[in-house]
């Protein structure tokens, strides 16, 4: 099936275009792309940089700062709550369905890449790592609120973007398995020991992505 879908750099850069075989990347000064099928109900949702690289050439910069990965219907990963088997800047996005529960088949993704000035003619910025909390009590508090009271002047007023990792092997939290209670750019990012499995979160680090100063 030939889906509609969006796909673009960060850039503030943002055009609809249609469904790409490879995946789909939010692509600047192209109104539109001739449709491909992407079936995640084979052996998942494959959006890999270096294939969307070699698609879409000159539209996406060598060597990305982020990646940031909603569904079509526009939920977050972590509102899908879906095993996420790759989700970085360097490999791109996979979501596998041998990896869900239930035999459930992975969502259909889209990605887009953020990337430093002056590819991006502006673009996104990003700030320094923060660890603020350990999951020692009731959780990882890593919430914008505080991060902007212990750290004045070092996060814009409205971030664009939040990534979060953990602190001891750089995993991205959304392939940890763990389930979060707050997770965006404008509240930060929240782990509560009592919804894990195991009883206790990880320890992360998080960082946000601001409009670029000129």
């Known amino acids: 099936m030939i889906k509609l879908l969006s796909i673009a750099i960060v850039a503030a850069l943002f055009l609809e275009s249609h469904q790409q075989t490879v995946g789909k990347v939010l692509l600047a000064e192209i109104p539109e792309i001739k449709p491909h099928i992407d079936d995640p109900s084979g052996s998942g949702d494959w959006e890999t940089f270096s294939n969307l690289y070699k698609e879409h050439p000159g539209k996406i910069c060598h060597k990305p700062q982020g990646i940031e990965a909603t569904t079509l219907s526009g939920l977050?990963?972590?509102?899908?709550?879906?095993?996420?088997?790759?989700?970085?800047?360097?490999?791109?996005?996979?979501?596998?369905?041998?990896?869900?529960?239930?035999?459930?088949?992975?969502?259909?993704?889209?990605?887009?890449?953020?990337?430093?000035?002056?590819?991006?003619?502006g673009g996104v910025c990003w700030t320094d790592w923060f660890d603020r909390d350990n999951p020692s009590d009731s959780?990882?508090?890593?919430?914008?609120?505080?991060?902007?009271?212990?750290?004045?002047?070092?996060?814009?007023?409205?971030?664009?973007?939040?990534?979060?990792?953990?602190?001891?092997?750089?995993?991205?939290?959304?392939?940890?398995?763990?389930?979060?209670?707050?997770?965006?750019?404008?509240?930060?990012?929240?782990?509560?020991?009592?919804?894990?499995k195991s009883g206790d979160c990880r320890d992360y680090k998080v960082r946000f992505g601001c409009p670029c100063k000129n």
């Not at 996420?84 to 990605?111: E, H």
Request: glycine fraction near 6%.
């Open 76 to 121: 977050s990963v972590a509102a899908a709550g879906e095993v996420i088997f790759k989700n970085d800047a360097t490999s791109g996005f996979v979501c596998r369905n041998v990896d869900q529960t239930q035999k459930k088949m992975c969502s259909d993704y889209r990605v887009r890449f953020s990337c430093h000035p002056p590819f991006c003619g």
């Open 139 to 196: 959780g990882d508090w890593e919430n914008l609120i505080n991060l902007r009271k212990e750290n004045p002047g070092k996060i814009c007023e409205n971030p664009l973007y939040i990534e979060v990792i953990t602190t001891d092997t750089m995993t991205p939290a959304i392939s940890t398995g763990e389930k979060f209670q707050t997770f965006n750019p404008t509240q930060g990012f929240v782990c509560l020991n009592k919804d894990q």
